[in-house]
């Protein structure tokens, strides 16, 4: 059912879902009960109800109206923490700091853009948000104090926070929220005293490119990012190695969504030579690479290509022990592209197996995500007990993806 064939009050009930209970939302919205009620049984709604109860459940009044549909599968703290996020990135740009703000030092702030990264790279996504609201300010902040002509550092942490904020947003959906704070996050960059801050933006800005299906601007971007930062290897630093590595490796993911094969040959060889220079995986400037990331993005780029046999071969060469040492978002990744291989394949109760592990082990992370809904889709319409268990978890009927469609156990927005 279509989000706008609702009626408004609904919709309400939708958006508040089975966790917030009708006196819970008067309480929130220091409205009447009896105002509440009249507004679900589409009996009576003010402008000025609607716009509280819209704030209450972090969302536009559009998205009530049926204007607009709301994001699927994200709960009330993910609306929340968008609003927030996209205040406290509008809000900074502006200059409109808080007033009491409690200023950090340089030190202090890296601890913090550490401590985001750690909940991004785990799919904790809103609270590596929520975690960037006041980083953002505190950032800006410190550059406010710093004496002309040695703001480089500072302005430094500001790009990254700004980045946080575009790759958070990017990745919920929030496409408009994710391009202001990449562009933030550039001029910020361009004036760091940082060499790999620029290439960093860059490679950013790809990616949201890549989400919003812009494919030649994400490979131009990705190839620039990459060439800007390419280390000489003899003198590299691990952490110059772990950059560039990364950047090359995103790179031949765009080339193949481009099905540019010999691209991705290029650029996958040198994904593995950096690799294999590292020895091991590194983290740094809130990414991660080595071999084992190497190989497990091979995988994807295979599925990406339509190379199943290719992609199930290099999963098999991949032990299971070994990623151990990814990410818990990478080993989750890697999961649904061994997932989406097996459903190539036809190797469907593989498939379904493998995607209901991942989506168990990590619930949070596969709210934010469409490829589990693409495998459920490639696996077909047979009406079996695991296609409906999976099927339940990321909020979609067995074989069905045709529109909106809320669960009846938590609400999946």
């Not at 996958?268 to 084992?292: I, K, Y």
């Amino acid at each position: 059912m279509q989000w706008s064939s609702y009626t408004t009050g609904e919709r309400i009930k939708i958006l508040r879902g089975n966790d917030i209970h009708q006196t819970h939302l008067a309480e929130m919205t220091s409205l009447a009960l009896a105002t509440i009620q009249a507004a679900e049984q589409d009996k009576r709604l003010s402008l000025s109800t609607l716009m509280k109860i819209a704030d209450a459940l972090g969302v536009d009044t559009s998205v009530i109206l049926g204007q607009q549909a709301p994001r699927r599968m994200m709960y009330l703290p993910d609306r929340t923490m968008l609003r927030n996020l996209s205040q406290a990135v509008h809000d900074t740009a502006a200059g409109m700091l808080p007033e009491a703000i409690e200023v950090e030092d340089e030190a202090g702030l890296r601890g913090a853009i550490d401590r985001c990264w750690a909940s991004y790279w785990q799919g904790q996504y809103t609270e590596a948000g929520s975690l960037v609201v006041p980083l953002l300010p505190q950032a800006a902040a410190n550059l406010r104090g710093q004496a002309a002509g040695e703001q480089g550092e500072a302005w430094g942490l500001l790009a990254d926070a700004y980045r946080i904020a575009a790759y958070v947003a990017n990745l919920m959906g929030a496409r408009d929220l994710a391009y202001a704070a990449i562009g933030h996050a550039q001029l910020a960059a361009e004036r760091s005293d940082d060499e790999l801050q620029p290439a960093l933006v860059n490679s950013g800005r790809a990616w949201v490119y890549l989400r919003d299906a812009r494919l030649g601007d994400a490979l131009k971007l990705a190839e620039k990012a990459a060439v800007e930062i390419e280390p000489r290897f003899s003198r590299a630093t691990p952490e110059q190695l772990t950059v560039y590595g990364s950047h090359i490796n995103f790179a031949a993911v765009v080339a193949s969504r481009m099905k540019n094969k010999e691209l991705v040959k290029d650029y996958l060889s040198q994904s593995n030579a950096t690799g294999a220079r590292m020895g091991g995986e590194h983290r740094a400037r809130g990414t991660l690479f080595g071999p084992v990331t190497a190989d497990t993005q091979a995988v994807g780029i295979a599925v990406a290509l339509g190379q199943t046999g290719k992609a199930l071969d290099l999963i098999r060469g991949i032990p299971d022990a070994s990623l151990n040492v990814l990410t818990k978002a990478a080993r989750n990744r890697f999961a649904m592209d061994k997932a989406l291989a097996q459903a190539d394949a036809k190797l469907y109760d593989a498939s379904l197996e493998t995607l209901e592990a991942a989506l168990i082990n990590a619930p949070v992370w596969a709210r934010h995500q469409a490829l589990p809904g693409v495998i459920v889709q490639k696996v077909g319409r047979a009406s079996t007990t695991r296609l409906r268990r999976v099927s339940a978890l990321i909020g979609v009927r067995s074989g069905v993806d045709s529109g909106y469609a809320p669960t009846t156990t938590k609400t999946a927005l």
